[in-house]
């Protein structure tokens, strides 16, 4: 079918769309928003449309599911007409998230490489220490080493309060039974 054709005979449909969407939605309001969705999903996908078949069937189908993708949506809606539920919700701006990352990828790329590595397959790909020794040919205790001392210069420049993740850090290996002093873990 070509596109003028298509075009006509959707324009043509518009009558009865707009008298099954009053119908279904009970608002005339509503139902010329139906069949505006419809429309437009029929001109983006209509080249799903199988020539021979019927148009508007197609259509109604479309408008269907529409509205009753909306009717199960708004089921699950609450209505706040006063406004007491708005009012109770703090959204917070998410710009200063894409300004942290900046910050943090500015900093990461400062850390000498091997920290750097370290850092990105313990912290990101989630790497035991034995697994990131294997892959650098070095010392379990390097790899800690290298690790502290990357997330103590990350902290520094970044201004985060580094102490919690140390103290997790001391835990995490006295339950491996590898406790190291804070102290002898910076000389190594």
């Given amino acids: 079918m070509s596109g003028d054709s298509f075009k006509d005979d959707l324009l043509a449909e518009i009558p009865n769309l707009r008298a099954f969407a009053a119908s279904l939605s009970g608002s005339v309001s509503l139902a010329d928003d139906l069949v505006q969705e419809t ?9 799903k449309f199988r020539a021979g078949t019927s148009l508007r069937a ?52 400062t850390l000498p490489p ?8 313990i912290g990101a790909s989630g ?10 040919g ?29 103290e997790s850090d001391e835990e995490d290996a006295a339950q491996e039974g590898e406790f190291a002093s804070p102290d002898l873990s910076r000389r190594v």
């Fill in 114 to 121: 091997e920290q750097r590595e370290v850092l990105t397959m």
């Fill in 58 to 109: 197609w259509l109604f189908t479309i408008l269907r599911n529409i509205y009753y993708s909306h009717y199960r949506k708004r089921a699950r809606e609450v209505q706040d007409t006063d406004g007491a539920y708005s009012s109770r919700l703090a959204v917070t701006g998410d710009q200063e998230s894409h300004l942290d990352l900046a910050d943090f990828r500015k900093a990461l790329a």
């Fill in 39 to 47: 429309l437009l999903r029929a001109w983006s996908n209509s080249d």
């Fill in 127 to 136: 790497l035991s220490y034995e697994e990131a020794a294997d892959i650098c």
């Fill in 138 to 166: 070095v010392a379990i205790g390097t790899i800690k080493s290298r690790l502290n001392r990357a997330r103590t210069k990350l902290a520094h420049l970044l201004s985060i309060d580094h102490a919690a993740d140390r």
